[in-house]
Structure formats: structure tokens, C-alpha cells
């Protein structure tokens, strides 16, 4: 079947058509702004027979097309952005992942990785090289799942196969990194704006489900390996491999001056985070707090997160760049942050409109009214709080299908899901990582996913007639086993009451009796 057919045609091709009559993600949440301001006016009319859980006071719906409220509102938009929390906080994590893209330590780094792997372990390490790739936002995509392709067929086995297991771990994997990346804070940043509906006081950790995903980097690491090698590999071994042998791509060595940059950078990152560590130690380190605690939220190593994320990647990019050649000064320091920031504006774009639906949502009374009622209403059902993460999980995988950006889908779900799960006891870093879950299984199965039909080009590239449904097909084994095994994962450490991540200013909910 032709690549035109496949999306065209069956569930992959409905999944399509419904999804591009979708609006963008920044227009979304413009239209939801304005489905509040109508929803306030209406229902502020109305009395409701729900009151806050802490308080005991009833909900009220506020009107925000009232004069004085929306006078108010335009007066804090261009605040209400600048504060918005996923912005700052991701920005600055970025700028340092900016210089250490540019100057090319982050792509030679992954080339050393993949270069040095024996044959017998190629699998696993293409998987978790993606997985890590997230620390660079769309290295992975550019750069780790072509090179999949590349290594695969350098050792004799299919091509398809290698950018299968490269896809999934950049894409399936999305959300399992044991290298703290600018997705944390930006998930971080919403969740505690939809926990603040609830709790103005309460405060997230930026690495709140550091824990559990870098143990789920190691389960999705095993599930891809096995997949690829008993499941996949097999399967597409019998698609012969028609592409122009002249165009395929090479694995380019690493240059003496690349490795000798590499050699450098690791060595000025092990030295800070050792420099780092020292510091540490003493009972009177600055990095503590009053009570002499690192793992308390008032702790400044904690507060500090962002920052340490920023000069990770800084320093061991400026020292890469300087060694091998790729950066002659501080202009060019100065352009990779610029670069960084240049693909940060559709970015920008949506926070905005996220931000300003948020702080309405809230304001009007809404969230908390829609929270309070839905876990009234689940209370009523009687279902075990696993039952309800699993939920999470399959309606985030759900919608996953039909709308790509994580920020887009979680800034709409956040201020919904993490207030209304409080009240039943389940932290909002429980609530996240369950998000997380859903959303990074289903992401290899999409066709909106933005990267989807660039990785159709590189199936293309070594089998011509490759369509969505062909990639479709391969992903989705990866798909099913990722979302029944990760979510039997996450329910294992909340039974066993394993942390998720460092701690929040939230107990952690007791397993259920």
C-alpha cells in the first residue's frame, strides 16, 4: 500500500484527519480563555452546594467579564507572563543547552557513545543515548534516530530497526532521563500552578519525579532492547532495502580534535560536579538549610536546580568548543544562546496564552470547583486510588493523539487533574508522573507528533516505500508494552511508597489499605 493510502485509511488515518481539524495549541488555549470568561459570567449566578476541603468555605464562581476584574486582568497580563513559571525556569536551562549544542559537545558526545558500543550491545545503547538526547530538546530527533539507522546498517542488521529503537527511546521514552532537562521544569511549572488552585502555599520541586524517571529510563531501556531484538528486528528483516546506496548516510568518525574537546568538556563536568559535591558536605554548607537539610524544599541546592542544569551544559560547551575549534570567542557563545532562544519562540507563543488561561481559570473559581466536584464524584464511586492513576494515564495517552505539544496538553490538564487529586490524597507529583507516563507512550504512534514524518523520511531513506502506517506499525508494539509495563511501574512505587522524586512541600500519600 502506497505511503499516500496509509493516511488515509484506517485508524491511523482517522487518528490524522481528526487531529488536523484541531486547532493550534496557542489558538486552543486562546478559545478556552474565552470559554472561562463565559463560563464565570454565567455561573456566577448559581450557587453551589461544594465547599473548599481546608477551609470549609463554598465555591464561588467569580465573573471575570465583571468591570473590575477584567480591568484587573489587563492591567497583570504582561506580569502574569513574565512570572509565569515554566517560562523563566526553562529559558535559563536552555541558554546553557543552547552553547553546548552549538559548539557541538552535545552531538559529539552522542557520536563518542554510539561509536565506541560493541556490536552485541547496539540496542540498548541507541535506546538510552535517546533517552539522554532529551537534555538537548531536538537532538534526539536530528541527530540520535538517523545515526540509529546508520549504526544498525554498518553492523549488517536492518536499518529499520535501529531507527525503530532510536525512535523509542527519544519519543517512548520521553519522560524517562536520569539527566535532569528542561522538560522538568517546564512540567514542574505547570503542576505547581494547578496545585496553587488549590493550595496557594504549596510548592513543587523542580525534580519531583527525578527518582522515577531515571529508574524508568533502565525499564524502558530493557523493553526497547527486547522489543527491538525479538519483535521488531525480525518482523522487518523481510522489508528488502531499495534506497540509493550512494545517498544512504555515513558514520562520520570522531575527529582528533572533537575527541580531544570531549576529553576536555567531561573532564571540566566531572571536576564541577565533584567541586559541587565538596561543597556539599560541610554542616554549615551554604547550600543548606537553617536546619543544616540539602533535600527540603527551602534548601538553596534545591532552589538552585535550574541554575546547576544551566552551568552543566555551559561550561563543559564553552571548554569543548575552545579545544576543538568550534567556537572562537565570546560571540560565539553569545550565538548559541541566541539559537537556543530563536527555537524557544513558538515556545513563548503558547506560555503566554497558557499563562493567562491559567491565572483565569483560577481566579474565576473553576478549577477548584471542577476539582472539588470531580473528586466528589469519584469519591462517590468508590474507586481504589490505583484505579485513578491508571485513569490519568490512559486519558493523557488518549489525548496525546490528537494534541503534540506535552506543554500544550499538561497546561491544560494540570489545573484540572492536580487540584481535583489532592483532595483524594494523591500528591501532584504522583499526578505528574503519571502524566508523564501516558504522554510519552502514545508520542511513537502519533502522526501529529512534529518529528512524525521526519523519521518517515529517514524509514525513506533506506526503503522507499516507507508510509506513516509502516513506521506506525513498527511503534506500536513499543506503544502497548510501554504503557502496560510503565504503569504497573509507577503503581509499584506508589504501593511501596517509594519517593518519586526530591521532596516537595506535599506528604506523600500512604499506600491504599
Sequence with gaps: MSAENNQSSGILGAVERIGNKLPDPAVLFIALLGIVWVLSWLLSYITFDVFHPATGERIVVVNQLAGENFVTF????????????????V?????GIGVAEHSGFITTAIRGLLNVTPVRLLTPMVILVGIVSHSAVDAGYVLVIPLGGVIFYAAGRHPLAGIAAAFAGVSGGFSANFVPSSLDPLLQGLTLSGAQLLDPEIQVNTLNNYFFTTASSVLITGLGW????????????????????DDLPELHPITPEERKGLTWALVSMVLGLVILVLTLIPSESPWRDADGALASFGAPIMQSIVSLIFFLFVIPGIVFGRVAGTMAGVKDIIEGMTKAMNSMAYYLVIMFFIAQFVVAFGQSGLGTLLAIS????????????????????????????????ASGKWGLLAPIFVPMLMTLGISPDLTQAAYRVGDSSTNIITPLLPYFPLVVIYCQRYVKSSGIGTLAAMMLPYSITFLIFWTLFLLAFYWLGIPLGFLSSYEYPAPAP
Design 91 to 95: 529559558l535559563v536551562a536552555m541558554l
Design 74 to 89: 489587563m492591567a497583570e497580563m504582561v506580569t502574569r507572563f513574565m512570572t509565569f513559571g515554566p517560562v523563566g525556569v
Design 374 to 405: 470531580g473528586a466528589n464524584g469519584l469519591e462517590s464511586l468508590g474507586l481504589p486510588i490505583s484505579v485513578t492513576i491508571v485513569g490519568i494515564v490512559l486519558l493523557t495517552g488518549f489525548v496525546n493523539l490528537f494534541v503534540g505539544s
Design 226 to 245: 527486547y522489543l527491538t531484538d525479538k519483535v521488531i528486528e525480525p518482523r522487518v528483516s523481510k522489508i528488502a532495502i531499495d534506497g540509493d546506496e
